[in-house]
């Protein structure tokens, strides 16, 4: 980033907070701009995109209720194009936004973006907590080591949450024990996993695999492996880097075929990569992971939580965490990761002998003696469970 823009981001950020500030402020009755709306259900995801959780609860409430007024935020006005028609767009922080979530019922997130402004929801409305993990390794809120920053968005959002969706009894517990202490828990499953498993959606997923591929420009035949791996708040550039040209070649040897590995950064590292081979492909054009891992057939992380939603779909997934222990100090574990079904690899070698020795049938197996161990109740039906249940507190006063 050169000065020009830092600058206009330091300009837009006090914009915002002034923004914010005069709402906060000149409504702080709570005698607001506008009443609220009861068919109004403002969505808002991470990165600003149509995905994951928020994306699916959204389409399922639309099917069964076309009436319902859906309204989405969006970051950057490139955006916009990716919702449905059906979806009214609102640029985040701007007055339109206020409008929106003012008005709204129920307010429907899966990180800790309502919480960046200081503006508090009205009585009657609802905020609902979906999260963008389930079943992850990675510590979050007192148990972390990460930044005072987030941990401060985390517990301001907890404060205003009127529900959380958990997918197991596991989940429950790491939202217990970190930011949603006293938030209640609705255990409904994860929205963004029906998906990958239910039996309903095959012919979608078929359609998806197509589309996925038709926009990456990827042939039929060739298979593909994801690389998928989290955010690093660290650099080690001693660090051993995927070797995508041996790993390309082990997954050829093993599987058969010919193989190619898309690569998706965490978004805060997308901009940082310079890397490319002949066997690399841009999967950040892609803005729905769960529509990408439809179209591969494997998977690589090093401890992002989409591979725990992989592994419902039951195609193998690998840990390649070259910087394991350094990261187990900082951010730190909830269990081992050995205690996950994926092979570990901490370099390039171990990776490669990981996948030649691969055995899918003890993969299996591991799989479901995780989910069994975690509580997992993903079944492909919870859209509908937490559909249901938003549409039941629209009609409340």
């Known amino acids: 980033m050169n000065n020009k823009e830092k600058i206009l981001s330091i300009i837009h950020r006090i914009n915002n907070c002034t923004r914010a ?7 702080k009755n709570q005698d607001y701009l506008s009443g609220i709306d009861c068919d109004k259900i403002m969505f808002f995801s991470f990165q600003g995109e149509y ?28 955006q916009q194009s990716t919702f449905p ?25 899966n990180a800790f973006n309502y919480a960046r402004l ?17 079943l ?30 958990s997918n197991s009894e596991f989940e429950d517990m790491v939202y217990t024990t970190s930011f949603w202490e006293k938030t209640p828990i609705i255990r409904y499953g994860h929205a963004r996993n029906d998906i990958l498993i239910s039996p309903m959606a095959e012919n979608r997923r078929k359609e998806i695999r197509q589309l996925v591929r038709n926009r990456l420009q990827i042939d039929d035949q060739t298979k593909l492996a994801l690389y998928a791996p989290t955010f690093i708040s660290h650099q080690n550039h001693n660090e051993e880097k995927l070797d995508i040209v041996r790993i390309t070649q ?21 901009r940082k990569n310079e890397e490319n081979t002949k ?40 840990v390649f965490a070259p910087d394991y222990q350094e990261y187990e100090q900082g951010t730190g574990f909830y269990y081992p990761l050995e205690d996950t079904p994926f092979p570990i690899a901490v370099n390039n070698e171990s990776f490669e002998k990981n996948i030649q020795d691969f055995d899918n049938i003890h993969y299996k197996k591991r799989i479901q003696e995780f989910l069994d161990q975690k509580g997992s109740i993903d079944d492909g039906n919870a859209a509908e469970r937490i559909a249901d249940f938003i549409l039941k507190l629209c009609q409340t006063n």
């Not at 500030?21 to 409504?27: G, H, K, M, Q, T």
């Not at 200081?118 to 389930?134: A, D, E, L, N, R």
């Open 250 to 270: 082990a997954f050829e040897e093993k599987f058969g075929g010919k193989w190619k590995i898309i690569l998706r950064l965490h978004p805060r590292d997308y």
């Open 51 to 78: 995905a994951c959780n928020p994306k699916y609860i959204s389409e399922k409430i639309h099917e069964l209720s076309p009436n319902k007024k859906i309204v989405w935020v969006y970051l950057e006005n490139d």
């Open 279 to 318: 066997y690399e492909i841009d999967g950040n054009i892609i803005s729905d992971i769960q529509e990408l891992m439809i179209a591969v057939d494997v998977g690589i992380t090093d401890y992002s939580s989409w591979i725990f939603d992989f592994l419902l779909t039951g195609k193998p997934g690998f």
């Open 118 to 134: 200081p503006v508090k929801k009205k009585k009657g409305q609802y905020y609902i907590q979906t999260m963008h993990g389930s």
């Open 21 to 27: 500030l005069f709402f906060s402020v000149f409504y």
């Open 136 to 165: 992850g390794i990675k510590r979050i809120g007192k148990n972390s080591n990460r930044t005072l920053r987030r941990n401060a968005k985390g517990y301001y959002s907890a404060k205003n949450t009127d529900y959380i969706i």
């Open 85 to 109: 028609d059906y979806c009214k767009t609102v640029l985040f922080a701007s007055n339109e936004y206020y409008k929106e979530q003012l008005s709204s019922k129920v307010l429907i997130e």
